[in-house]
């Protein structure tokens, strides 16, 4: 018992991504965009951590007009930067209406 403990300590100790990835670059080279059929990418950190800290405040809104209520766990970007979709749980949202425009931040 004493060994699993300190292996789960020493999990612990590292970065999240290293343990769990959001998405693993495999599946990540085959993935678009639903809609442009454009490469997507990971969302960078800042622009997630700016989506959550106005989730809260009702200023996140998709394509289809609805307030986004749930905070993302990351994001995929489209290579022209226009919109964001959703990962949560580690499953990309690849929904066109879940697609949140990068323009109104």
Excluded: W
């Excluded at 060994?3 to 993935?31: C, Q, T, V």
């Excluded at 394509?63 to 290579?79: F, M, N, P, Y």
């Excluded at 022209?80 to 323009?103: C, F, M, N, Q, T």
């Amino acid at each position: 018992m004493a060994s699993r403990e300190a292996g789960a300590a020493k999990l612990g100790s590292l970065p999240f991504p290293f343990i769990f990835p959001m998405i693993k670059p495999e599946l990540l080279k085959i993935l678009v965009c639903p809609e442009s059929h454009q490469d997507l990418e990971l969302a960078p950190q800042a622009l997630v951590d700016r989506i959550n800290a106005l989730i809260p405040q009702g200023k996140v809104v998709n394509r289809a007009g609805k307030a986004v209520t749930e905070k993302i766990d990351g994001g995929l970007t489209r290579k022209d930067g226009k919109y964001v979709y959703p990962v949560r749980g580690s499953i990309p949202i690849l929904l066109i209406d879940e697609a949140i425009p990068v323009s109104s931040f």
